[in-house]
């Protein structure tokens, strides 16, 4: 099982937060399996760093102040302005019981509607909810786009390969990833289809008047 390392220090109530990240630090919070609150502060460029290895899919041993605390990164806050990390929230887990987490999806190999079609790759969906054990957590989902042959062939989070002990909640039909034509070729068409109607158009109105005039002289 891979995990990622992270020194943390318990946060002092009477720090303000402005003051810590003008020090580099970063406050936050660890919460879940049962524990109380707690609330830490971690050098940035480890946070960072560990931010970037583990994402939302790969456990942290969290050591606050050596006190090891298996967590999955929750939730964080960025400045607008120099969107750096401002706060984190870790999610503390218990290794014996199952949890949820989003594991993001790579996309490998090539759909030959584009390689050969020059087809448009269109994703979906760029993670899916799985259930499982902690130790099981992907860090990510490899998916092959092979099958992708034709305009219009779609993979589906039932094209997931299973994984031992590893639940996708996904509903099977949640589409994931399809080829559509180019737009310059499906403008093509809808312009061709445009100009069809409008001359089906023209022709009902001419159709239309010759009847009319028709009746007229009829009438006469």
């Known amino acids: 099982m891979e995990m990622i390392s992270l020194k943390a220090k318990a946060r002092l109530a009477d720090t303000p937060a402005k003051v810590l990240r003008r020090e580099s630090i970063v406050p936050g919070v660890v919460y879940g399996n049962e524990a109380e609150n707690t609330s830490i502060q971690c050098d940035y460029s480890e946070i960072y760093k560990a931010y970037v290895q583990a994402g939302g899919s ?13 967590s999955l990164f929750h939730d964080l806050s960025f400045d ?5 990390i401002i706060h984190v929230d870790f999610y503390a887990v218990n290794m014996k019981k199952e949890i949820e987490a989003q594991i993001p999806l790579e996309f490998i190999d090539e759909s030959e509607a584009v390689k ?89 109105e001419g159709e239309e008047g010759d009847k009319k005039e028709g009746e007229e002289a009829k009438s006469e």
């Open 80 to 84: 607008p302005v120099s969107d750096r």
């Open 116 to 204: 050969t079609l020059n087809g448009v790759l269109i994703t979906t969906n760029d993670h899916v909810t799985v259930h499982c054990l902690p130790a099981n957590l992907p860090h990510a989902l490899h998916i092959s786009l092979s099958s992708l042959k034709e305009f219009g062939d779609a993979l589906h989070a039932s094209d997931i390969l299973p994984m031992d002990g590893v639940q996708i909640m996904d509903e099977p039909d949640t589409m994931i990833a399809t080829v559509q034509e180019p737009r310059a070729a499906v403008e093509e068409v809808q312009e061709e289809a445009a100009a069809t109607e409008d001359e089906e158009g023209e022709k009902k």
């Open 58 to 70: 790969t456990i942290v041993d969290l050591d606050i102040d050596g006190k090891k605390v298996p």
